[in-house]
């Protein structure tokens, strides 16, 4: 079942619903005159992190200026501080994870909080239990700060309208990865000074991939002219609609660029065969230094990992230490989620229900 965002799996438990019922109740007697409820005192709002899609770039911009000072706090002896002293965080991942999780768990214990990573491969939910049962569970157990990954789109948000935590998305589905576009954004502006005006393209598995749709939402908002590369069976009927110049070709894709992003064919995904065979695939779209000569002399690579060598990118330009910032990307990516973790939980202290 695909629980897409908006629809009305989604919707029909809205926020709304849970901040009336954090409120005193109402009832009408026979009389019609109205009984006050006694409930539970108002707790804080959760604010969430489920995607980049109608981020106002003055957000996103808050999010990379305060993970630019963890970088430095990364860098030091002294990595941790104790902000998140007395939180849980509970990374709760049904899908395969190395970065992603792996950096979470670095974020949140350098902040100070108690760290669980749910191996949902033991959990009861290989026993049946669902989705909604699973997020009940949690919640009664007061977390602070819950951490996701789904391989339907949409199951994110349909959980985090459940639970009274702060719920952030480590990539649901081929929606949207909201915290890789983040350390992707800040690795750019890192190297480049600024993201507006720069010629990005993102290259390869489009159809599949929630790292391009958040990257595409976060680079448009910061005024990054974005091209997408790939075959016409690897783009989104919608491509247009997202903001994205499209080619089907490296040669003219790449013209120019500042910023090559290579995506991985994402198979676990597909259904059916996309391109005709892998070799094929990478003759035409593999990012070789032949095609690479296209783009600007200094244009940077990117991959969120895991690489395909050999299918999408050539182990050449991968491990070029004066152009490939894949390494880089991976270190910022642990400061990019203590910043998460910071704001959010802050934010979410701050509000009253
Ligand atoms: N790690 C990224 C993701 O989870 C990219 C990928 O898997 O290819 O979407």
């Known amino acids: 079942m695909k629980f897409a965002p908006g629809s009305s799996a989604c919707k029909f438990n809205d926020r709304s619903c849970r ?8 009832t009408y007697s026979r009389d019609m005159t109205v009984a006050p409820v006694p409930t539970a005192p108002l707790r804080p709002v959760p604010r969430h992190l489920l995607a980049i899609e109608a981020m106002p770039a003055a957000e996103i911009t808050r999010f990379l200026n305060l993970a630019q000072r963890y970088v430095d706090q990364n860098r030091s002896p002294d990595k941790k501080r104790d902000l998140l002293h007395g939180k849980t965080l509970v990374n709760l991942f049904f899908e395969n ?3 992603t999780r792996t950096s979470f768990e670095l974020a949140g214990k350098r902040l100070g909080a108690d760290v669980i990573n749910m191996a949902v491969a033991v959990s009861s939910i290989k026993k ?14 007061h977390l602070d700060v819950l951490v996701v990954r789904h391989p339907e789109s949409g199951a994110v948000k349909l959980l985090a309208d459940k639970v009274n935590c702060v719920v952030i998305n480590a990539g649901d589905g081929h929606h949207e990865h909201p915290t890789q576009a983040l350390l992707d954004g800040l690795t750019i502006r890192l190297r480049r000074g600024h993201l507006d005006g720069l010629k990005v393209a993102i290259c390869g598995d489009i159809l599949h991939s929630r790292v391009a ?20 069976t690897l783009l989104p009927a919608d491509i247009a609609r997202l903001g994205a110049e499209v080619h089907h070709r490296m040669e003219s894709g790449l013209a120019d660029v500042d910023i090559v992003m290579m995506l ?13 065979s892998i ?7 593999g990012l070789t230094r032949e095609k690479l000569k296209a783009a600007r002399p200094d244009a940077l690579i990117m991959h969120p990992g895991p690489m395909n060598r050999g299918v999408e990118i050539d182990s050449e330009v991968a491990d070029d230490i004066k152009r ?4 880089d990307q991976v270190e910022l990516g642990v400061a990019v989620r203590m910043a998460c973790l910071d704001l959010l939980t802050r934010d979410t202290n701050s509000t009253t229900g």
Do not use: K, W
């Open 279 to 285: 070799r094929e695939y990478f003759h035409f779209f």
């Open 264 to 276: 991985r064919l994402q198979t676990e995904r597909m259904s059916g065969q996309y391109v005709p």
């Open 19 to 26: 901040t009336i019922a954090g409120r005193a109740r109402r």
């Open 324 to 327: 490939s910032v894949i390494l």
């Open 97 to 99: 994870s190395t970065r």
């Open 128 to 141: 049946g239990e669902t989705l909604i049962d699973t997020a009940m569970t949690l919640n009664a157990m």
């Open 213 to 232: 749709r958040s990257n595409i939402h976060l680079l448009n908002a910061m005024g990054a002219h974005v091209r997408v590369v790939a075959p016409p």
